[in-house]
T-cell receptor, first 117, second 110 residues
Framework: GAVVSQHPSWVICKSGTSVKIECRSL??????MFWYRQFPKQSLMLMAT?????????EQGVEKDKFLINHASLTLSTLTVTSAHPEDSSFYIC?????????????FGPGTRLTVT | GQNIDQPTEMTATEGAIVQINCTYQ??????LFWYQQHAGEAPTFLSY????GLEEKGRFSSFLSRSKGYSYLLLKELQMKDSASYLC???????????FGSGTRLSIRP
């Protein structure tokens, strides 16, 4: 199956700093990637849809100026958490679909655990 | 609006069968997924239903009734490793994004 990677797998940062998380499709091209956030014992919450070569589409309630998304190539999307605060500590997961496969399955990255101190 | 409901927690016995239900009310529907997620890991794909009926895949089966806005995931011959969260998710009207339910934490006891 298709593989999606994320980097870093975990990161600790100080309050007020910015953190960049990368999501890569390793063996397929993804025109669209999705970013989710998951708090402990809760389900995945869709934050935004990342579109290659155009602006991301944010879900209601998600601050686009705080969570910057860039999808500069068909295999890479980045999520930057700006001016991080402790309440941003969460598990961030990206996913992508392989349009060439004809399958509707979304492949998830392994996730990035962010801790803001 | 989007509303996807699942039981929060379930417990079952090793070797038994368990059914996890999911009801949904969404602005559009283009298919329903079931994912398994172990703690601290990303979700892994289990099944995808777009038409009514039962889809069987090994020990796991998934059922969909679009008219009732209802799906279930059936797990047979339960193993301890099946202890995980099971997430029901619906592809929305745009058919591009997936909206997840709150998930069901399944615990398997010996």
């Amino acid at each position: 199956g298709a593989v999606v990677s994320q980097h870093p797998s975990w990161v600790i940062c100080k309050s007020g700093t910015s953190v960049k998380i990368e999501c890569r499709s390793l063996d397929f091209q993804a025109t669209t990637m999705f970013w989710y956030r998951q708090f402990p014992k809760q389900s995945l919450m869709l934050m935004a849809t990342s579109n290659e070569g155009s602006k991301a589409t944010y879900e209601q309630g998600v601050e686009k100026d705080k969570f910057l998304i860039n999808h500069a190539s068909l295999t890479l999307s980045t999520l930057t958490v700006t001016s991080a605060h402790p309440e941003d500590s969460s598990f961030y997961i990206c996913s992508a679909r392989d349009p060439a496969s004809g399958s509707y399955e979304q492949y998830f990255g392994p996730g990035t655990r962010l801790t803001v101190t | 609006g989007q509303n996807i409901d699942q039981p929060t927690e379930m417990t079952a016995t090793e070797g038994a069968i368990v059914q996890i239900n999911c009801t949904y009310q969404t602005s559009g529907f283009n298919g329903l997924f079931w994912y398994q997620q172990h703690a601290g890991e990303a979700p892994t794909f289990l099944s995808y239903n777009v038409l009514d009926g039962l889809e069987e895949k090994g020990r796991f089966s998934s059922f969909l009734s679009r008219s009732k806005g209802y799906s279930y995931l059936l797990l047979k011959e339960l193993q301890m490793k099946d202890s995980a969260s099971y997430l029901c998710a619906v592809r929305d009207q745009s058919a591009s994004k997936i909206i997840f339910g709150s998930g069901t934490r399944l615990s398997i006891r010996p």
